[in-house]
């Protein structure tokens, strides 16, 4: 996919580019940057299909530098275009390299996408060390019940 399918959205000084130097797969692979006190994400640009109630996203993770408290992963269900609004109401499943119980975790939140703001669903342990690749995938199926 090319970088201008995708609208980004951050906060403080993240940044988003494309590394051609050690790439996850391929000619090059996308590459954020952020701090410990930025928010991060991308979604497909409006020109592509959104709003689905039953899908499957994956993708291949990988963390060159981490403290344990910067979390990567993938969102659905969201209610609004951009998930650092107070407001947003999503899904996500997010991975902690560096911690040491409990790193993968699926979270619903309801007031944006600030790490402790969410409702744990459930987490699990996987041990994986920070220049690892990690596959991810989210499945959902909306119940409107």
């Known amino acids: 996919m ?19 130097v050690g790439p996850i797969l391929g000619a090059g692979s996308l590459e954020v940057n952020t701090a410990s006190s930025d928010n991060w994400h ?9 709003g689905f109630t039953k899908g499957k996203i994956r993708s291949i993770l990988r963390w060159d530098v981490a403290t344990g408290t910067i ?3 993938l969102f659905c269900m969201s209610d609004q275009e951009t998930l650092l609004n107070a407001s947003a ?19 619903h939140y309801q007031t944006g996408i600030d790490v402790g703001s969410g409702t744990l669903l459930g987490q699990a342990q ?9 596959p991810i995938e989210l499945e959902w ?5």
């Open 2 to 20: 090319a970088l201008g399918d995708w609208d980004f959205f951050e906060t403080g000084g993240a940044t988003e580019g494309i590394q051609t």
């Open 42 to 50: 991308g979604q497909r640009n409006s020109g592509f299909s959104r």
């Open 71 to 73: 979390g990567s992963g």
């Open 89 to 107: 109401d999503l899904y996500a499943a997010e991975l902690f390299p560096g911690v040491s119980v409990n790193n993968i975790n699926l979270y």
């Open 126 to 134: 996987v041990n994986f060390a920070i220049g690892a690749t990690m």
């Open 141 to 145: 199926n909306l119940d409107l019940v």
